[in-house]
């Protein structure tokens, strides 16, 4: 950072980063590492005229708003002094420029569509489990990080019902929702309770993720299932 005579002492540092997360802070560790690999590069100096210039780059580099803001928060929280009214419009800039960019639309799954392909799928234990995860997103409406997120614990049996417990996107707090009809009551579009019922019996998951990585050998393995195996079932 800049030279700063008045630096807090290892334990206010720690209590300082304690509000984030373990992964954020590992990001924002790894945004600040590659601002300074640019200052080195291009041998600027530490100020906010050059944490704009990177800000910029970034920007004609393609890289996602999301991403540039990553970069922005974590180097401002690294020495907020990097922030200024010149770093301030060139962000804003970005987040214009970005704006002004039509998103690609998507199209939902409709019942007919996810209805053929569980049609398609056979009885391996990979097709036990991709059934009852597309039946359970399906009819719950849930997020990709809801549904990674599921624990066994979190599935609630009330009055011969099942529910799903998710935490809410940015909140601290979580909601109910319910898996539609019962076990066995295949008359309930894609069934989703008797599928997943069927999915935890044959992957004899007791505790922890439910949704988790099937091996070559197809064991099903203890860490859950990742984002992107997530995206290649469903693609």
């Known amino acids: 950072p800049l030279n700063n005579p008045e630096i807090l002492s290892i334990e206010a540092q720690e209590l300082a980063n304690s509000h984030k997360a373990p992964l954020t802070l590992e990001a924002y560790k790894r945004c600040v590492e590659r601002f300074e690999d640019w200052i080195l590069e291009t041998q600027r100096q530490i100020s906010p005229v050059s944490f704009a210039e990177f800000l910029n780059v970034l920007h004609r580099a393609g890289y996602a708003l999301n991403t540039i803001v990553q970069y922005y928060s974590a180097v401002i929280d690294w020495d907020r002094r990097l922030k200024s009214e010149d770093v301030e419009r060139v962000i804003g800039g970005i987040r214009r420029a970005h704006a002004e960019i039509l998103p690609k639309q998507t199209k939902a799954l409709s019942l007919a569509d996810a209805e053929r392909v569980l049609s398609c799928l056979g009885d391996s234990l990979a097709d036990c489990r991709n ?63 008797t599928h997943l019922a069927r999915w935890l019996e044959r992957s004899e998951i007791a505790s922890g993720p439910i949704w988790r990585k099937i091996n070559e050998s197809g064991v099903v393995e203890d860490k859950r299932l990742s984002r992107s195996g997530f995206d290649i079932i469903f693609k």
């Open 131 to 193: 059934r009852a995860m597309l039946s359970v997103a399906w009819s719950t409406a849930s997020r990709k990080s809801e549904l990674l997120n599921l624990n066994v614990d979190m599935i609630l049996r009330d009055f011969g019902s099942l529910w799903i417990v998710v935490k809410e996107k940015r909140k601290v707090t979580s909601r109910r929702k319910p898996i539609p009809g019962a076990v066995g009551d295949l008359s309930i579009p894609l069934a989703p309770a």
